[in-house]
């Protein structure tokens, strides 16, 4: 079965997560992706939070599957004259360098693109053109800068960062659609262009529900929200849904700390939960049949809930709610998710070789496309692919020895 993206070869200069997300994702759609990393040292995170010693970081091999390394010298003149034969042959460039850095090599935009006038130049930056644009990001300045971390936690408590990876990952999924958005306008136009995503933008697109709120503040109190005051500002509601249907987490037995469900409670769905937890009366009491008085209470509501979750596990909870099509999701550990079957029949967490590490698991591909499977193969060791990589390019093994011998490799 042929790739969606096979015959497209990119040069992936990114490093640490957002940009490596973004590349992962084009080599699993069956891009090849050369990963381009420093002699000595490569992508910083191979030695970052490990837990063997002397072996290439989760952190690394779960951000850098199916991609070939090779390492360049990019500071010596030897080193620039390989990167321009490879920018030459590519069709995508992509890094997450702070702002300039590509340039201070002696590769701007314009003499990329004298270069290849069809490649497509993909940036990360944290910030967009303007005050910020020199500022230094990392995932939850993204989140604090973005609005993601002003409407996460409780009423009272501090703001608070999501352990979703919003601001690097999310960042590299929202590239990977610029960057595939414009390989699709060069069959047109037969042209490359630059692609650039924010780290602060990406977040802010995936906090525009708070940005209506925000607006809708001046129309009064939003009555999905179960605070009791509102300021001008969006407040944090713990975990109220903040949409049209009421939900919350609610706790489950034995009494962990992620023995809990996430119940919806939809006006279809109140009857038959009334029913279900015990308290039919309920149903079509007129102080309770509608969501407009079960708003003014939602959590009474959800206290009676809980009242009966309490009383079983929280797998026990998702299917008794299923089966109503009450909608509900219990809330998953780590362990809980590294090990679900589902999830592993699915593709979702894979298991793979390393020659060093040996097993590891990691996530699969998020995206399932029908005529282009996608199988998940290990990250590269430093440099592994560099002899075979410029030997596709023209070097012969004599002129990558001298390469090798002048400290360009």
Same mark, same amino acid.
């Given at each position: 079965?042929?790739?969606?993206?096979?015959?497209?070869?990119?040069?992936?200069?990114?490093? @640490?997560?957002?940009?490596?997300?973004?590349?992962?994702?084009?080599?699993?759609?069956?891009?090849?992706?050369?990963?381009?990393?420093?002699?000595?040292?490569?992508?910083?995170?191979?030695?970052?939070?490990?837990?063997?010693? *002397?072996?290439?970081?989760?952190?690394?091999?779960?951000?850098?599957?199916?991609?070939?390394?090779?390492?360049?010298?990019?500071?010596?003149?030897?080193?620039?004259?390989?990167?321009?034969?490879?920018?030459?042959? @590519?069709?995508?460039?992509?890094?997450?360098?702070?702002?300039? @850095?590509?340039?201070?090599?002696?590769?701007?935009?314009?003499?990329?693109?004298?270069?290849?006038?069809?490649?497509?130049?993909?940036?990360?930056?944290?910030?967009?053109?303007?005050?910020?644009?020199?500022?230094?990001?990392?995932?939850?300045?993204?989140?604090?800068?973005?609005?993601?971390?002003?409407?996460?936690?409780?009423?009272?408590?501090?703001?608070?960062?999501?352990?979703?990876?919003?601001?690097?990952?999310?960042?590299?999924?929202?590239?990977?659609?610029?960057?595939?958005?414009?390989?699709?306008?060069?069959?047109?136009?037969?042209?490359?262009?630059?692609?650039?995503?924010?780290?602060?933008?990406?977040?802010?697109?995936?906090?525009?529900?708070?940005?209506?709120?925000?607006?809708?503040?001046?129309?009064?109190?939003?009555?999905?929200?179960?605070?009791?005051?509102?300021?001008?500002?969006?407040?944090?509601?713990?975990?109220?849904?903040?949409?049209?249907?009421?939900?919350?987490?609610?706790?489950?037995?034995?009494?962990?700390?992620?023995?809990?469900?996430?119940?919806?409670?939809?006006?279809?769905?109140?009857?038959?939960?009334?029913?279900?937890?015990?308290?039919?009366?309920?149903?079509?009491?007129?102080?309770?049949?509608?969501?407009?008085?079960?708003?003014?209470?939602? *959590?009474?509501?959800?206290?009676?809930?809980?009242?009966?979750?309490?009383?079983?596990?929280?797998?026990?909870?998702?299917?008794?709610?299923?089966?109503?099509?009450?909608?509900?999701?219990?809330?998953?550990?780590?362990?809980?998710?590294?090990?679900?079957?589902?999830?592993?029949?699915?593709?979702?967490?894979?298991? @793979?070789?390393?020659?060093?590490?040996?097993?590891?698991?990691?996530?699969?591909?998020?995206?399932?496309?029908?005529?282009?499977?996608? *199988?998940?193969?290990?990250?590269?060791?430093?440099?592994?692919?560099?002899?075979?990589?410029?030997?596709?390019?023209?070097?012969?093994?004599?002129?990558?020895?001298?390469?090798?011998?002048?400290?360009?490799?």
């Amino acid at each position: 079965m042929s790739k969606a993206l096979e015959g497209i070869r990119v040069l992936d200069m990114t490093h @640490v997560q957002s940009g490596p997300s973004s590349t992962q994702i084009l080599a699993w759609l069956g891009a090849d992706v050369i990963k381009l990393e420093a002699p000595g040292t490569g992508d910083i995170t191979r030695s970052q939070l490990r837990d063997l010693p *002397d072996v290439d970081s989760l952190y690394f091999t779960m951000l850098n599957c199916n991609k070939r390394s090779i390492t360049l010298n990019m500071k010596s003149p030897e080193g620039k004259e390989v990167f321009t034969s490879l920018v030459a042959g @590519v069709d995508v460039l992509v890094e997450n360098f702070g702002p300039g @850095v590509v340039d201070r090599f002696g590769f701007s935009w314009e003499r990329l693109q004298e270069i290849n006038p069809r490649l497509v130049y993909a940036s990360i930056k944290g910030f967009g053109p303007g005050r910020y644009a020199k500022f230094k990001a990392y995932e939850v300045i993204a989140q604090a800068m973005a609005g993601s971390m002003s409407t996460t936690g409780f009423e009272e408590g501090p703001p608070t960062a999501t352990g979703a990876q919003i601001g690097d990952s999310g960042t590299g999924i929202h590239l990977v659609a610029g960057i595939l958005a414009a390989l699709y306008q060069r069959t047109h136009t037969g042209r490359g262009q630059r692609v650039q995503v924010a780290m602060q933008d990406a977040v802010l697109n995936l906090c525009r529900v708070k940005l209506r709120d925000q607006q809708r503040l001046a129309h009064g109190p939003l009555t999905e929200y179960p605070n009791s005051h509102f300021g001008e500002e969006v407040p944090r509601s713990g975990n109220a849904s903040g949409g049209g249907q009421p939900g919350w987490a609610v706790r489950c037995a034995p009494g962990g700390p992620n023995d809990y469900i996430y119940v919806i409670v939809q006006p279809v769905g109140w009857k038959p939960l009334a029913e279900l937890i015990g308290r039919p009366e309920l149903a079509d009491d007129p102080q309770w049949n509608t969501p407009q008085v079960r708003l003014s209470k939602l *959590d009474k509501m959800f206290a009676l809930v809980e009242e009966w979750t309490e009383k079983h596990t929280k797998w026990e909870v998702m299917d008794a709610l299923n089966a109503l099509n009450i909608p509900c999701g219990p809330i998953l550990s780590t362990k809980e998710l590294i090990e679900d079957e589902t999830l592993a029949e699915l593709g979702s967490v894979v298991e @793979v070789q390393h020659p060093t590490r040996g097993t590891f698991k990691t996530v699969g591909c998020p995206i399932k496309l029908s005529d282009s499977a996608v *199988d998940v193969a290990r990250s590269p060791l430093l440099g592994e692919h560099t002899e075979q990589v410029l030997g596709e390019f023209g070097y012969d093994p004599a002129r990558v020895g001298e390469l090798r011998a002048a400290g360009a490799l």
